[in-house]
Each structure stands twice: as C-alpha cells, then as structure tokens.
C-alpha cells in the first residue's frame, strides 16, 4: 500500500507539471535503474485517461524484443486497471496494417469530439512505435490524415537518452530520429512530451 501511494503521488507529480508546463513543453523524467521507470508512466498514461487524453504514444525500445515487451506490459497493466478503456495499436506488428490503424485512429478522434458520445465508449488509443527514424516517419504521416489537433496527447519517450536526442548537432545536422521526433510532435499541436531515463548522464559519454 505503501508503494501503491508512492507511485500515485510520483504520477500526479509528473503529469501535473506537464499540464501546468502547457501544450508542446518537454518534461524530463528522471528515476534511478530498476527504480520502476515503467510503472511510473503506465500511472501517467492511467491518470491522462482519467483527464481527457484521446491519445497516447510510448516510443518503446530501439530493437524488436524490446518493443514486444514494453507493448505486453501495457496491455497487460493497462487493460487491468481498465480492460474496456483502451484501444493499442503497434504499427511495427505485421497484423496491423497502417489503414487499419488510421480507421481505428478515426474512430478515436471523432468519439472524443462528440459531446453526444458517452465517456464510456471514449477509449483512449494508446500507440505502441519502435524507436527507429522510418517508423516515427509513417506515424506521422497518419496525423496528416487523421486531425488531434484539438484534443489532449500525451508522448511518452522511454529512454530518452537512446537514439532520441540530435546526434549530429556538432556538424550542424539533425539525426533521422531526432528529426521525425521533431515532425511526430508538430503533427500533435496539443501534445504534452515527457522524456523518461535512468542515466540522463548517457549523452555525456556518447564519444566514449
């Protein structure tokens, strides 16, 4: 029980300073190896849900595996908590097609935009996507079809220190991932950016 208030208390932290930081701002959440970085965002995503967010993104892993596991770990805790509220997409999964994500997407957006629709039947879409340059790339170009722009999301960076910063900054270029993360959070004008890590020192040993 103790812990259970621990992570509550961290979550409404979290998510409460992302809203009082406003819309496009980037939050750095830092906790200590093995210190449940994971539980502490799935709290966030379940407190958004909670405060009106449509729309999730977790850029999970920077390899297959890892991006598998973060994908069964949200579906499972999440659809314990609420096993009605959610719809997840993964656009890396063979079994889906980008289309298919795009209608599913549709109806996300239009049930969050109607007044009429019971908040019952308002699931929140939550997007599972590799932390890679080319599929970063295809899911922002489904928000050039599909229109958040007047609705709450929330983009969770896990590993913000892996692959996600400008590691071409000293040559005056932008890296792929870098760039399509910069595209992904134009698309979503109503984002709110939090970069979670246990080692924000990474960056420092790069050349190393």
Same mark, same amino acid.
């Given at each position: 029980e103790q812990a259970r208030d621990a992570v509550r208390a961290s979550a409404i932290e979290v998510l409460g300073g992302a809203l009082n930081a406003g819309p496009g701002t980037t939050g750095l959440v830092v906790g200590r190896v093995q210190s449940g970085k994971t539980l502490s965002y799935e709290g966030v995503i379940s407190l958004a849900r909670d405060n009106g967010f449509s729309l999730v993104?977790?850029?999970?892993?920077?390899?297959?595996?890892?991006?598998?596991? *973060?994908?069964?770990? !949200?579906?499972?805790?999440? @659809?314990?908590? /609420?096993?009605? =509220?959610?719809?997840?997409?993964?656009?890396? %999964?063979?079994?889906?097609?980008?289309?298919?994500?795009?209608?599913?997407?549709?109806?996300?957006?239009?049930?969050?935009?109607?007044?009429?629709?019971?908040?019952?039947?308002?699931?929140?879409?939550?997007?599972?996507?590799?932390?890679?340059?080319? *599929?970063?790339?295809? !899911?922002?170009?489904?928000? @050039?079809?599909? /229109?958040?722009? =007047?609705?709450?999301?929330?983009?969770?960076? %896990?590993?913000?220190d892996q692959a996600s910063l400008n590691t071409l900054a000293k040559k005056g270029k932008q890296s792929p991932t870098y760039e399509n993360l910069l595209a992904l959070r134009e698309a979503l004008p109503g984002h709110y950016y939090l970069q979670y890590t246990a080692t924000p020192q990474a960056p420092l040993l790069i050349a190393i």
């Open positions: 993104i977790v850029i999970s892993g920077i390899s297959n595996p890892l991006l598998a596991q *973060g994908e069964r770990r !949200l579906k499972q805790d999440l @659809g314990s908590a /609420d096993k009605d =509220g959610w719809l997840f997409a993964v656009p890396n %999964d063979k079994q889906q097609s980008m289309k298919q994500i795009e209608q599913q997407l549709q109806n996300v957006q239009a049930n969050w935009s109607s007044d009429s629709t019971p908040k019952a039947y308002k699931q929140t879409a939550v997007v599972v996507v590799l932390k890679h340059h080319g *599929g970063i790339q295809n !899911l922002t170009a489904l928000f @050039g079809q599909v /229109d958040f722009s =007047g609705q709450r999301v929330l983009i969770i960076d %896990d590993e913000a």
